[in-house]
């Protein structure tokens, strides 16, 4: 599973319809979907089956999810007209995954309104 993730090219989509937040990760593989409100923590389940404490906050333009388990996970989504960097942290351990934006799916779009996943094609 871990070396299929790492061979694919998501598209991560950040989506609000009021005070509810989605983001999905799209790969052509399979699709995730976590769906929260900001500053509310809910429990979850992981892919692997682990039960956790998942709370989001926002800062400008700096989405950042705690994530409690069996070990303490910070994930950092840092968005940009240009870009989104996922920063996740685990003990000593980062990862750090860019994204390149795609036009019309600025910022302040997701800010605003929900907006619909755009076609995803191979490269």
Same mark, same amino acid.
């Given at each position: 599973?871990?070396?299929?993730?790492?061979?694919?090219?998501?598209?991560?989509?950040?989506?609000?319809?009021?005070?509810?937040?989605?983001?999905?990760?799209?790969? +052509?593989?399979?699709?995730? *979907? &976590?769906? /929260?409100?900001?500053?509310? =923590?809910?429990?979850?389940? %992981?892919?692997?089956?682990?039960?956790?404490?998942?709370?989001?906050?926002?800062?400008?333009?700096?989405?950042?999810?705690?994530?409690? +388990?069996?070990?303490?996970? *910070? &994930?950092? /989504?840092?968005?940009?007209? =240009?870009?989104?960097?996922? %920063?996740?942290?685990?003990?000593?351990?980062?990862?750090?995954?860019?994204?390149?934006?795609?036009?019309?799916?600025?910022?302040?779009?997701?800010?605003?309104?929900?907006?619909?996943?755009?076609?995803?094609?191979?490269?």
């Amino acid at each position: 599973m871990r070396m299929v993730a790492n061979n694919v090219r998501p598209a991560m989509i950040l989506t609000r319809a009021g005070h509810w937040f989605t983001i999905t990760s799209l790969t +052509g593989v399979f699709t995730t *979907t &976590t769906r /929260f409100r900001l500053n509310d =923590e809910r429990y979850a389940s %992981t892919h692997d089956g682990r039960r956790v404490a998942r709370v989001f906050t926002l800062e400008g333009s700096t989405l950042t999810c705690v994530e409690r +388990g069996h070990k303490l996970v *910070t &994930t950092v /989504f840092h968005f940009t007209a =240009e870009e989104l960097k996922m %920063t996740i942290m685990v003990d000593d351990v980062v990862c750090t995954r860019i994204f390149e934006a795609i036009r019309g799916m600025e910022l302040e779009g997701f800010m605003s309104a929900p907006h619909q996943a755009p076609h995803i094609g191979k490269k």
